[in-house]
């Protein structure tokens, strides 16, 4: 099946800094790909929807300036924490569509990423 | 109201014992698609199964088997000769009309004893 890979896929950082989540679709070109956080135990919540080579939809309540999200090719997208802070500490999952396959099962998910920040 | 609901906090299983997991859905749209993922400590989140709101029969994928009355707006998932393996969280996610986001459910963790 189509892989998605995340990287890295855990990261400690001090609170103030940046973190940078990279999102690869490797056999499959995604013109979209999905962000989503998980608290412990809870559900996935989409954060946002990322668009190849436009501006990404964010979902109520998610501060865009927060998290910057770049999709500049068709495999890469990229999520970037700015200004950490201890309440950002989660789980970033990323989801890859492929267009190509059609049918329904065509969104594909990262193994995640961890984020914890001090 | 809650797009997707799953009532069940945790659910208890013995190995090779059937075991049924919950999952109702609340749309207005006549087209829409249920999933159901498998999550397990480590985190991926592992594609299982889906229905389509037109589909005429009952979804399966080996011992997945996905129990769709669409009259009521469920969609349990049934997984029957439990593995040690299949303990992990389960999410119920749907896709409505032409969106591609999904919407998930709260999850059922399920935990299977020898």
């Known amino acids: 099946g189509a892989v998605v890979s995340q990287h890295p896929s855990r990261v400690i950082c001090k609170s103030g800094t940046s973190v940078k989540i990279e999102c690869r679709s490797l056999d499959f070109q995604a013109t979209t790909m999905f962000w989503y956080r998980q608290f412990p135990k809870q559900s996935l919540m989409l954060m946002a929807t990322s668009n190849e080579g436009s501006k990404a939809t964010y979902e109520q309540g998610v501060e865009k300036d927060k998290f910057l999200i770049n999709h500049a090719s068709l495999t890469l997208s990229t999520l970037t924490v700015t200004s950490a802070h201890p309440e950002d500490s989660s789980f970033y999952i990323c989801?890859?569509?492929?267009?190509?396959?059609?049918?329904?099962?065509?969104?594909?998910f990262g193994p995640g990423t961890r984020l914890t920040v001090l | 109201a809650q797009k997707i609901t799953q009532t069940q906090p945790g659910m208890f299983v013995q190995e090779k014992e059937a075991v049924t997991l919950d999952c109702t859905y609340d749309t207005s749209d006549p087209s829409y698609g249920l999933f159901w993922y498998k999550q397990p400590s480590s985190g991926e989140m592992i594609f299982l199964i889906y229905?389509?709101?037109?589909?005429?029969q009952n979804a399966t994928e080996g011992r997945y088997s996905l129990n769709f009355q669409k009259a009521r707006k469920s969609a349990n998932l049934v997984i029957s000769a439990s593995q040690l393996g299949d303990s992990a969280m389960y999410f119920c996610?749907?896709?409505?009309?032409?969106?591609?986001?999904?919407?998930f459910g709260k999850g059922t963790m399920l935990l299977v004893s020898p």
């Open positions: 996610a749907m896709r409505e009309g032409g969106r591609s986001t999904l919407t």
């Open positions: 229905q389509g709101s037109y589909d005429q």
């Open positions: 989801s890859a569509r492929d267009r190509s396959r059609g049918g329904y099962n065509e969104q594909f």
